[in-house]
DNA sequence: AAAAGCCCCTGGATGC
DNA sequence: TGCATCCAGGGGCTTT
């Protein structure tokens, strides 16, 4: 589900609300990819500084401490204003932080998502997490001329080079297909064999995807939905993201279907070279 | 160092 | 209707 817009519309739709709130209790379902990382009594009583994002990672900063929050594949969070009527609790839902504001309840039917705390930034456990991501696409720090060098050094298939994301974060299954689509670039093609002027196409139309895709509140394939419970409408403009067969929108030869790496790529054979 | 596979898990769609 | 198979927004870990 998630990527960088989804993670990033999440965000938004919680984080004004949540802030300066105090934690009351946190509570775990299920087990999620890995454990919490510490009692769920220690978070009690912590204040809520700050909601930030890394990557496809939520960012809880608390005072003092830090949850790390990961959606997985099929993971969602909802936010209930204290006081507010919220629907009991479901087979799927794996966690839940109540705070002076509000109830965050994170709901993952695969449960590939995560809640992990950490001391902070410095800690081991973050590190470990965040240390290797590579840029924000959406920050000023995503220099083309960086992008470029780095593409150039590896010889892995470019899409999957954008789906590592330790040159540029966030780029998900379906947004590297529209990147590379937008671009003109063969998903197969060795990144270090992609001529520099695609590559630096490449940079300004990852910045403009995503974007296009934060605006349009996220894609919505199946069940994603933001802290308001408000699905995303990317997925209707989505140039080859699951429309194998569908005739493309700039020459009309039907979009094929392969798979890199376990995962769907779709691409135009035409229009990407 | 980088690349390629392997999993974790559940549910929905499809086919026989 | 029932059962088997395939597929799905991710990504850390292990093996080459």
Redesign the pocket.
């Known amino acids: 589900?998630?990527?960088l817009p989804?993670v990033e519309v999440t965000r938004r739709s919680f984080a004004d609300a949540i802030q300066g709130a105090t934690i009351a209790h946190l509570w775990m379902g299920?087990?999620l990819?890995?454990p919490l990382g510490c009692a769920p009594s220690v978070v009690a009583g912590r204040v809520i500084t700050n909601v930030t994002r890394r990557?496809?990672?939520l960012l809880l900063h608390l005072n003092p401490g830090l949850l790390m929050v990961?959606?997985?594949?099929?993971g969602s969070l909802a936010f209930s204003p204290a006081g507010a009527a919220r629907t009991a609790l479901g087979?799927?839902d794996h966690f839940e932080l109540h705070t002076s504001a509000g109830v965050l309840r994170l709901t993952d039917?695969?449960?590939?998502g995560a809640i992990v705390y950490a001391d902070g930034l410095s800690d081991a456990r973050a590190v470990?997490?965040?240390g290797?991501?590579g840029v924000e696409p959406l920050d000023d720090g995503f220099e083309v001329d960086d992008f470029v060098a780095a593409m150039r050094?590896?010889?892995?298939?470019i899409k999957?080079?954008l789906?590592?994301?330790?040159v540029v974060?966030?780029?998900?299954?379906?947004y590297?297909s529209e990147a590379l689509f937008l671009a003109g670039i063969r998903p197969t093609r060795?990144?270090?064999r992609v001529a520099p002027a695609r590559l630096r196409r490449l940079h300004a139309v990852i910045k403009q995807v995503l974007q296009q895709a934060v605006d349009l509140g996220?894609?919505?394939?199946?069940?994603?939905k933001n802290a308001q419970g408000e699905h995303g409408l990317f997925q209707t403009q989505s140039r080859v993201?699951?429309r194998a067969g569908e005739p493309c929108y700039v020459c009309q030869s039907p979009i094929k279907?392969m798979?890199q790496?376990?995962?769907?790529t779709y691409y135009c054979a035409s229009c990407q070279k």
């Open positions: 589900m998630p990527e989804e299920k087990p990819r890995w990557g496809k990672y990961h959606l997985g594949m099929s087979t799927h039917p695969r449960r590939f470990k997490l965040l290797h991501l050094m590896r010889r892995a298939p999957q080079v789906l590592a994301g330790d974060v966030g780029v998900g299954n379906i590297a060795a990144a270090n996220g894609s919505t394939l199946k069940d994603f993201y699951d279907r798979v790496g376990q995962r769907a």
